[in-house]
């Protein structure tokens, strides 16, 4: 799999003309009024594993403990702020990097972020860890095997990828990059979306990300 080096590694603004600005609220401060800290809980996975179930259930546990937190889902973002981008492994890439920016501001305003995309690029996914401080990113790798996820596929997208009608999908036609070492690993083919969920708040619980 190639990717063009300038789009992997763009990360310097084309334009010389401009400083960043920093916020006269300390970090400390916003996460003290916040009542939790801020972290990008990154769920990545092939198509169908659960990823935006699992977020989308967090996100609203979350919210009924008082917890400010968001998802970012894949189709979502592609409706507006990616919506000129293909799937084209460059396209891809830049879809992951937009977003992760996107995440990156969402938690310097002081929120957990669930972020759920296919993200199929290990390179991908360890700029957007890079772009995050430390412990600001969690990589959720939702593992489920391509015979899980083709018997979940309510869209009927593997069907058509299999019958040749969308290129470059990802498992099919286009790789998928299983992360390495994820801070958590959760296989949805033996799990219950509820465990999962429990799994997911209670290592943002047990890392003292969120009161218990």
Request: glycine share 8%; aromatic share 8%.
């Amino acid at each position: 799999m190639m990717k063009n080096k300038e789009t992997i590694s763009a990360q310097q603004p084309k334009s010389e003309n401009i400083a960043w600005s920093d916020s006269l609220v300390a970090a400390e401060l916003r996460a003290g009024l916040m009542g939790h800290k801020p972290v990008t809980v990154w769920f990545t996975g092939l198509s169908g594993a659960g990823k935006s179930t699992i977020a989308r259930a967090c996100e609203v546990t979350l919210v009924k403990r008082g917890v400010k937190a968001f998802i970012l889902d894949g189709d979502n973002v592609r409706h507006g702020l990616n919506s000129n981008l293909g799937f084209s492994p460059e396209d891809r890439t830049e879809n992951i990097r937009r977003i992760g920016e996107v995440c990156k501001l969402f938690t310097d305003a002081g929120l957990i972020v669930f972020s759920a995309f296919i993200s199929p690029y290990k390179s991908d996914r360890n700029l957007v860890r890079e772009r995050h401080p430390a412990g600001g990113f969690i990589e959720v790798y939702v593992d489920a095997s391509l015979e899980v996820c083709e018997s979940r596929d309510v869209k009927g997208l593997y069907r058509k990828a299999r019958a040749g009608e969308i290129p470059e999908f990802t498992g099919i036609s286009a790789p998928y990059e299983a992360p390495d070492a994820p801070e958590l690993r959760i296989k949805t083919g033996e799990k219950t979306v509820a465990e999962s969920v429990a799994e997911v708040i209670g290592y943002l619980e047990a890392n003292k990300y969120i009161p218990v």
